[in-house]
């Protein structure tokens, strides 16, 4: 069966955008690095082959004028995926971004849509330091108007791509460069994985762990930790961030009773925080213990491969929150 077949993470977005591309002509590919696979991670493979230059499109250095240029196509009845190799300098293109196609539906009173996907590439670790690692998910998430969507696996990598890709106003794909390389079942055929729905990785009655992207995976590696201890700890793999998935996350930590909030981004003012929020204000009463975060320091990336070590966070460090909210 398909449904069985494995398949890299980076090779599964490469797949969902070339069916989708072949399923839709309206489909088209923008930014930079995308005429050289390897700059995008193996995710553009074969597609300047299969599709010509007029829809796999690379394009100048310029994040401001690519990303206008596709909200444009968008709002003129295309389907573009502009894709920012580094998602640090999306911070260029946050005009056409957040004031316009976030906007757009809204002014035209559900009349026009936009229809576009702005793809960011998280490039954390490798000594990259703070103008090259930067996750900035909780800042679209902040703004109304933009899904968000983060996957963990080549499962989710390609039917969260599909599903932003038909989705009819504009998502935000956020994945990790250091994802790229995992393998998991990908099914062959075109299929979308619902935006706004997270799922269990790990079922478990002591604590809940609510994890996003990339620790997603520490947090199943805390679990196993956890579990030689007696320790059955739940994880929730959120998938998209806005919209989030309240019941989910709601109905786990009334079932343990305990919290811990595991982020790919910095501390404060983040997701982590808006998920300590929405229990602390709609299950609180369930709660046992405070509720603990393992996410960045407030304070960038450092360039040394030592320090990463101990700004990244690991599944050591869940397992430690998790053995907090335990004792308290």
């Not at 070339?18 to 399923?23: G, I, N, S, T, V």
């Not at 956020?174 to 075109?190: H, K, N």
């Not at 430690?320 to 004792?327: F, G, Y």
């Amino acid at each position: 069966m398909s449904s069985h077949r494995k398949l890299q993470y980076s090779l599964a977005i490469n797949e969902a955008l070339r069916q989708m591309m072949e399923a839709d002509r309206s489909v088209i590919l923008i930014g930079q690095g995308v005429k050289s696979p390897w700059y995008v991670g193996n995710t553009a493979q074969d597609l300047l082959a299969l599709f010509g230059d007029k829809r796999i499109i690379d394009t100048p250095v310029s994040e401001n004028a690519v990303t206008g240029a596709a909200v444009g196509a968008a709002i003129a009845g295309m389907k573009p995926v502009v894709v920012h190799p580094r998602m640090d300098f999306m911070f260029f293109a946050l005009d056409p971004i957040m004031n316009e196609a976030a906007n757009w539906y809204y002014m035209n009173g559900g009349r026009a849509s936009v229809p576009v996907v702005f793809w960011g590439i998280i490039n954390r670790r490798g000594e990259q330091a703070a103008q090259h690692s930067q996750a900035l998910h909780g800042i679209f998430a902040h703004v109304p108007g933009l899904k968000v969507v983060m996957p963990a696996t080549a499962y989710d990598a390609k039917g969260l791509m599909v599903a932003a890709i038909q989705d009819p106003n504009p998502v935000v794909f956020v994945d990790e460069r250091l994802l790229y390389s995992i393998e998991g079942p990908v099914p062959e055929e075109i299929y979308c994985v619902e935006i706004g729905k997270g799922c269990v990785r790990r079922v478990g009655n002591d604590v809940t762990i609510v994890a996003i992207s990339l620790m997603v995976h520490e947090a199943m590696k805390a679990a196993e930790i956890l579990e030689t201890g007696g320790v059955a700890a739940e994880v929730i793999d959120l998938r998209t961030i806005k919209p989030i998935d309240k019941a989910l996350i709601l109905a786990s930590v009334r079932k343990t009773g305990r919290l811990v909030v595991t982020d790919v981004g910095w501390r404060s003012f983040g997701v982590s925080a808006e998920i300590a929020a929405l229990v602390a204000g709609e299950a609180f009463n369930a709660l046992k213990a405070p509720i603990y975060r393992v996410a960045l320091p407030d304070c960038p990336a450092p360039a040394s491969s030592v320090l990463e070590e101990v700004y990244y966070p690991s599944a050591e460090d869940i397992v430690e929150a998790v053995n907090r909210v335990l004792k308290d």
